[in-house]
């Protein structure tokens, strides 16, 4: 099985930051991840999928890169409701695991 | 607008079983893949099934193989799960999501369904 490690997992940042978290696959998956934010109590929603690639409706200040075993997930300027769990990803075999998860607290 | 929607959840013994259902709308089911992901409270999500438009293809997580099943019923719009052998580590809200089509990821989710194993 791939395993994803995401990091940080709990992050504290202010309104208007840059914040940056990274997701590293034990194996390669070229760009078959995705990103997904949880507020609680919710189900979770897509926000990039094939690594870059912004959902509909998803605000642009919401940006993934990467390819292989190494992505990132950016928020350019954090709003008030962008404090969530995201989470990532691999959809390039089964089983397709999730991250454990990064917390994004206000600070 | 679509929908889904979890239903069948609730307390159960260890040891138990359980169906789960998943009713879909505002979309032609048959046209997409579907899955079962779940979240222990306080926990992530744990990806545990998938199905592919017809039924032919099925895939599990290693923590519910041979214990759970995924099917569907394209004339009725439903996704179902069926659980045995539960045990307290199954206690968590469910989850059914719909694949996006040829890129993966999982566009559109469930409310969840809340399920309590516990005697």
């Known amino acids: 099985d791939i395993h994803l490690t995401q990091s940080p997992s709990f992050l504290s940042a202010s309104v208007g930051d840059r914040v940056t978290i990274t997701c590293r696959a034990s194996l390669g998956i070229n760009n078959f991840l995705a990103w997904y934010q949880q507020q609680p109590g919710k189900a979770p929603r897509l926000l990039i999928y094939?690594?870059?690639k912004l959902e509909d409706g998803v605000p642009s200040r919401f940006s993934g890169s990467g390819s292989g075993t190494e992505f990132t997930l950016t928020i350019s300027s954090l709003q008030p409701e962008d404090f969530a769990t995201y989470y990532c990803?691999?959809?390039?075999?089964?089983?397709?695991?999730f991250g454990q998860g990064t917390k994004l607290e206000i600070k | 607008e679509v929908q889904l929607v979890e239903s069948g959840g609730g307390l159960v013994e260890p040891g138990g079983s359980l169906r789960l259902s998943c009713a879909a709308s505002?979309?032609?089911?048959?046209?997409?893949?579907m899955n079962w992901v779940r979240q222990a409270p306080g926990q992530g999500l744990e990806w545990l099934s998938y199905i592919s438009r017809y039924g032919t293809t099925t895939h599990y997580g290693d923590s519910v193989k041979g214990r759970f099943t995924i099917s569907r019923d394209n004339a009725k719009n439903s996704l179902y799960l069926h659980m045995t052998s539960l045990r307290a580590e199954d206690t968590a809200v469910y989850y059914c999501?719909?694949?996006?089509?040829?890129?993966?990821?999982?566009?559109?989710w469930g409310p969840g369904i809340l399920v309590v194993v516990s005697s």
């Open positions: 094939s690594a870059s």
């Open positions: 505002g979309f032609t089911f048959s046209e997409y893949e």
């Open positions: 999501a719909r694949d996006k089509q040829f890129v993966g990821g999982f566009e559109h």
């Open positions: 990803q691999q959809i390039k075999t089964y089983p397709h695991t």
